[in-house]
């Protein structure tokens, strides 16, 4: 969706804000999953089949760990691990991860300017019966398989938005909440102080990731069911409560558009699922003049 | 060398004794160049041509780390880097060095016994005139350039040797100080408090590593030059010393031998450049019955 919107807009016209919440550290690297795949994908780096990683990536590192003994339950890639590294370093040497994101979305000729959501530490912890998981534990480690009773993102009290992103929703034309998950990539951002208050005054609009009752992709419809909400893009629309201007749904959802409306939310209906660069300009295209 | 003597002797009756004074960060990782390079020769991994690092190696992490701006002065393969990353994952879990390379050992089915001279952290530091220089600084990102008057290994007064150095050479019908550079390669272990004690009541015996008046490899000759002594076997035996029982000298040196023998050490004069694996054995072969 993102790169959809950066495919339409002019550079200057966005600005991407992308969750921190699950980064974490692993092999002494400080990891940011959703910033590189935000990045990569912008940068036309991205693997298209995993969702994660460079396309066209090698593993030796990986094979050699392995055979090594070393953790590897996190696939890093050759060259995907060459950004943890080279972030890892300038952390250490003082930079912010804004600071750090802007250098390396130069390197990459990523057009739009992507902010972390925070350059303050947050940390998703998964709440099951079993206990409480980090975040990678759960989502990788685990392959989601624990039941999820809550969420909770550690230091998100202390947490303040990266400079630039109050200013950057202050002065949108719109808000576009991207078909992520809303529980653990949406929520983390919604939750740094300051955020939902200056949201409160946009045009905000939500493109469901709920699609016929299961999730585009990954865990959301499961969370969902397993927090004793039926999925779907109502649930969505709840979600986000009194933030949204306007909810886009796919046509397979079309039947929840009249309650969703009369809810107070504007509803467009289309086709959600993107699986080539085209549906991605179009999807973005249709979201963008629907609201204006 | 190592290699010659593995290959010649069960692998109950070697040990190697590895300079570790070479060691140093680099990208947040514990590197250490001389284990690696024993290790990597012993398992049949090493890169022939260079002289570190793996053979087959490839490099997508350099690459793309150096499109990052990142710290490519230290030549990082794919796989080699799994060896330093899993390295520091297990020194910072608590494990020594020693029980690192035994670790690894076991994976590469390295035969003998490798020991790193010292558990404890030992940097050479290089004199220049221009003032003191890390290591890894001189060696590889100044590539030997800077001129020479000295040398000190910060941390060695209090450095122990690696438990079962000192029973080893103790229990060792013969000790060979392989072709390496006396300056750095060699001195940091003699240096280490018990260990030059221990090799007194030894038969040991060198090979010289300067044949012709040059180094088989590196910097030798050039630290001898500037250091006003004249590259030779001579300078070799002297260096050593009092250690010294055997010296063995290539057959380009044979006019030294006399002078050699007048100092009271034994001489043998034989082919002692290696550039097959054949040649390795052979030498072993040479020097092992020669002493015996």
Known sequence: MAHGLAMVL??????????TADDFEHLGLHISPDLDTVCY???????????WGQANETWEF????????????????????????ERTRRLQAGETLTQVTRAFCRVWRVGPRVLPMSDDPVHTVVVTPGGELAFQDYFVRRGCEP????????????????????????????VVICPSNPWISVDPILAVPGIREALKSRVVVAVSPIVGGEAIKGPAARMYRQLGIEPSPLAVARHYDDLLTGLV????????????EHSGVRVLVTDTI????????????????YSI
Chains 1, 2 share one sequence.
């Not at 994908?41 to 969702?51: D, I, Y």
């Not at 039941?147 to 719109?174: C, D, H, N, W, Y």
């Open 10 to 19: 002019g550079r200057a016209d966005l600005t991407v804000v992308v969750n």
């Open 41 to 51: 994908t912008l940068a036309g780096l991205a693997n298209p089949f995993t969702g």
């Open 62 to 85: 990986l094979a050699a760990l392995e055979k090594l003994g070393g953790e590897v339950w996190f696939r890093l890639g050759d060259r995907d691990l060459a950004t943890h590294v």
């Open 147 to 174: 039941i999820v009773s809550g969420f909770r993102f550690e230091g998100i009290e202390t947490a303040r938005p990266t400079p630039g992103i109050l200013e950057a929703i202050k002065g949108a034309q719109m």
């Open 249 to 260: 749904l796919d046509r397979r959802d079309e039947a929840k558009a009249e309650q969703i």
């Open 274 to 289: 993107m699986q080539t660069e085209s549906d991605r300009g179009r999807l973005a295209r249709e979201v963008l003049a």
